[in-house]
């Protein structure tokens, strides 16, 4: 079942499950559209725990569909801490997709959050910029987010200044202190509207009052105190959520 909001499309699947499936199932199609048309393609992976689900599918079943050889991988945020750290994305990643996918080693770019917000920030900001510089019309062809209990998205946090990320691709961010690490680094706003598919993922009745709330505030073209209603991209964002976290 699907509804249209301003600048987004809200799918609601029966469970996490089938949000797995069909995500996975966007994402092989836009994959290999793209590679189809221009010999690579761009996914940027979430972080958190709702994205293991797809990342396992896409290892297991779609291997051979994907042309994982031609992926640029980006992540579209990284805890300020080592790659095999317990609370590291890219851990979470290698676990449940990279160990199971031949994409080089040169097209996985991790964020080096072991070097600290600034100088990973400012790295990575360089990283995302000649990715876009070397892919067609400039864009990141799917990126995957999800959206906590307090509306951030990414790292983007509930009380960013905003103005501060203009004209960058990769920002340091500091997450909330009941966090499980405080020093981050984040993809921009400005970043994630280059992207040509945008994919939200939200599961689980923890997660339905804040759906609500940031559907509305994206209907009503953003609130900055709810950063995963200000991401937008040209095609619209799609959200992909189980009944137990909306009552659309
Ligand atoms: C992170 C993620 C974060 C995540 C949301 C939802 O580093 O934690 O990038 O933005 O997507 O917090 O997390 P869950 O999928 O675990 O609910």
Redo the contacts with the bound molecule.
């Keep these: 079942m699907s509804q249209s909001g301003a600048n987004f499309v809200v799918t609601v699947c029966g469970d996490a499950a089938e949000v797995a499936r069909d995500a996975a199932s966007r994402i092989t199609q836009t994959t290999r559209t793209r590679d189809d048309r221009c010999g690579r393609f761009t996914l940027v992976l979430?972080?958190?725990?709702?994205?293991k689900a797809v990342y396992r599918l896409l290892a297991d079943e779609a291997v051979g569909k994907i042309p994982w050889e031609h992926a640029h991988l980006l992540f579209?945020?990284e805890?300020c801490v080592g790659p095999e750290h317990a609370d590291s994305?890219y851990r979470m990643a290698r676990e449940t997709l990279l160990d199971c996918v031949p994409v080089p080693a040169s097209q996985i770019h991790r964020i080096r959050g072991e070097d600290g917000p600034a100088a990973a920030a400012s790295a990575y900001n360089r990283v995302v910029s000649e990715v876009l510089d070397a892919s067609e019309d400039r864009v990141l062809d799917v990126v995957l987010?999800?959206?906590?209990a307090d509306g951030?998205?990414?790292?983007l946090f509930p009380g960013r200044d905003f103005s501060a990320d203009a004209g960058l691709m990769a920002a340091p961010a500091i997450a909330p202190p009941a966090s499980p690490v405080k020093d981050r680094v984040t993809l921009t706003l400005d970043c994630l509207g280059r992207a040509q598919r945008v994919m939200f993922l939200v599961t689980g009745a923890d997660k339905r009052e804040m759906l609500a709330r940031v559907l509305a505030a994206a209907e009503r073209g953003g609130d900055p105190a709810l950063p995963a209603s200000m991401v937008r991209c040209e095609r619209g964002v799609e959200w992909i959520v189980d009944m137990a976290a909306t009552d659309r």
């Design positions: 979430a972080g958190g725990s709702t994205p579209g945020d805890r994305n987010l999800g959206v906590g951030h998205t990414a790292s």
